[in-house]
């Protein structure tokens, strides 16, 4: 019976289909599905296939699901679906489900089937497996986490999606964003205030993608004030500022202008750590220097770097860009390293030069003595 079902899918190919599949499933080098292959078939005619064969054996279903073809995957998962509708079946239905994880393996997989397989056999049973999905390396696992919940925000169940959702609120995918911002919209249209609590604790993490999805049905007027309050993209930059002059000046501007929505956090170097780096001591202290950071309106928070251990300070602030300046030198060889051990991914960036050879500290101090 396999080998007819192949035939039937084979029979149901279409090119031109195909190709426009190959382009919005992003299965280009380097993008989410990369390497998935598409032989271009109406989602009409896999229903109608996996309706045909539902008795398919889980044998045979592997191997479908076990296929290159996402289309035959696909078939495999909808033939799924169709066998968990039997109540003796629902056990052995998800036992084979959560074994196979690894062949569910794009998006349209994982709405397909998660909430109709997954989510359903758990509406009355512990969910620990969901918990433990969201808490993984694997896109596609956590992308099961929380669309599952699906199934249980029909039943009026709404906890395990804000929990999930809390838990996800650092992911740095966009299909993990869109996901979760498309169960807590779900949770709004059950109860509005819920989702307002939810966001209100935690608008200053989510990412933006998420948030406007979540807030997709709000009256137009709540919809604004919730967008006025989405996260802002914290930048952090890094010096002595010993005095202040227009190259500071405009590396706060080139920073500042890294993000549309930033928030700049600027570190300013500890007395002793000058000493150690630049063999002299600075002219103003760092408290001095502080005070006079904080005049000016593109800075939104400064703070002082540390003494003996300079990465504690980063993870405090949790900075989504680290700005260096052009010729920064210190502490910047295992930056990355160092910050990814810790489990913080931001982006680092050179900011450009600006007249250094004129604006440069140590000139200007030189001009002062002539």
Not at 13 to 30: H, I
Not at 182 to 191: A, C, S
Not at 251 to 277: E, G, H, P, Y
Request: hydrophobic share 40%.
């Amino acid at each position: 019976m396999i080998k007819e079902v192949f035939k039937k899918i084979t029979k149901c190919k279409n090119p031109k289909r195909a190709e426009s599949s190959r382009w919005f499933f992003k299965t280009g080098p380097g993008q989410y599905g990369e390497g998935d292959i598409f032989i271009g078939i109406k989602s009409a005619d896999m229903r109608s296939i996996a309706k045909k064969y539902k008795d398919l054996k889980l044998s045979d279903i592997q191997k479908l699901l076990k296929s290159k073809i996402h289309e035959e995957r696909q078939v495999a998962l909808l033939i799924l679906i169709e066998q968990f509708k039997i109540q003796e079946n629902q056990k052995k239905i998800v036992k084979f489900y959560l074994k196979n994880t690894n062949y569910i393996n794009n998006w349209d997989l994982v709405d397909l089937s998660a909430p109709k397989i997954l989510g359903d056999y758990l509406i009355d049973k512990p969910k620990d497996i969901l918990y433990k999905f969201a808490k993984s390396d694997n896109l596609w696992k956590k992308r099961i986490a929380v669309i599952s919940t699906y199934a249980f925000i029909r039943k009026n169940q709404l906890k395990d999606t804000l929990r999930i959702s809390e838990i996800l609120l650092k992911d740095k995918h966009d299909l993990i964003h869109k996901a979760t911002g498309w169960m807590l919209r779900e949770v709004g249209k059950k109860d509005m205030k819920i989702l307002r609590k939810f966001l209100d604790k935690n608008i200053s993490k989510m990412p933006r993608t998420m948030l406007r999805y979540a807030i997709e049905k709000f009256p137009e007027n709540i919809r604004l004030k919730y967008l006025k309050k989405e996260k802002q993209i914290k930048i952090m930059v890094f010096g002595t500022f010993d005095g202040f002059h227009k190259g500071h000046l405009n590396f706060f501007k080139q920073a500042k202008k890294l993000a549309k929505n930033s928030f700049l956090i600027v570190s300013v170097a500890r007395d002793k750590n000058v000493k150690i780096i630049k063999k002299n001591i600075p002219f103003l202290n760092e408290r001095k220097r502080m005070a006079l950071i904080r005049k000016y309106v593109l800075i939104d928070k400064v703070v002082l770097s540390g003494i003996n251990n300079y990465i504690l300070h980063i993870i405090k602030e949790t900075p989504d860009i680290i700005a260096l300046g052009y010729d920064q030198k210190h502490y910047v060889k295992n930056l990355k390293k160092d910050l990814k051990d810790k489990g913080l991914f931001p982006k680092i960036v050179r900011l450009k030069p600006y007249k250094e050879k004129v604006l440069k500290n140590r000139l200007l101090n030189k001009r002062k003595k002539v």
